[in-house]
């Protein structure tokens, strides 16, 4: 059960560094726009926030990416503890886009569910 939740909690830390790409580098190009659904206005107008959001993706993958690391390291303790960390931040983030922003729903399915069922998963996998 371990090493799924953290098969789970490491592809989507690779999903939150794509989306650190989209948000903190491609934010204007054509087809990060059509992705978020904004107009070459809004994006130009959203591009220093969108920079920063992108590195709080960067972040809490990085949190996971590391403590995967740890865990593969036998540090159990400090490795499931950021996992955790960063994967429960990003199933967090995603349940606050579901339910503020019905329009969004689909993107926080995206970018909340393997983090949520990774989640679970270490837990279940500590637990037992």
């Known amino acids: 059960?371990?090493?799924a939740g953290l098969v789970l909690t490491g592809v989507a830390a690779l999903i939150h560094v794509y989306i650190f790409f989209l948000e903190s580098?491609?934010?204007t190009r054509p087809g990060t726009r059509a992705t978020f659904g904004t107009t070459q206005e809004e994006a130009e107008a959203t591009r220093s926030m969108a920079f920063n959001q992108g590195?709080?993706?960067?972040?809490?993958?990085?949190?996971?990416?590391?403590?995967?690391?740890?865990?593969?390291?036998?540090?159990l303790d400090v490795g499931a503890t950021?996992?955790?960390?960063?994967?429960g931040s990003m199933a967090?983030?995603?349940?606050v886009?579901?339910?503020?922003?019905?329009?969004?729903?689909?993107?926080?399915?995206k970018q909340g569910?393997?983090?949520?069922l990774g989640v679970l998963a270490v837990i279940l996998a500590l637990a037992l």
């Open 1 to 3: 059960m371990l090493i």
């Open 25 to 27: 580098f491609a934010w």
């Open 55 to 75: 590195f709080y993706n960067l972040f809490l993958a990085i949190l996971v990416a590391l403590g995967i690391v740890l865990v593969a390291v036998g540090r």
């Open 82 to 87: 950021l996992v955790l960390a960063g994967a």
């Open 92 to 95: 967090s983030a995603a349940l």
């Open 97 to 109: 886009l579901f339910v503020t922003s019905p329009n969004n729903r689909g993107a926080a399915l």
């Open 113 to 116: 569910l393997l983090p949520a």
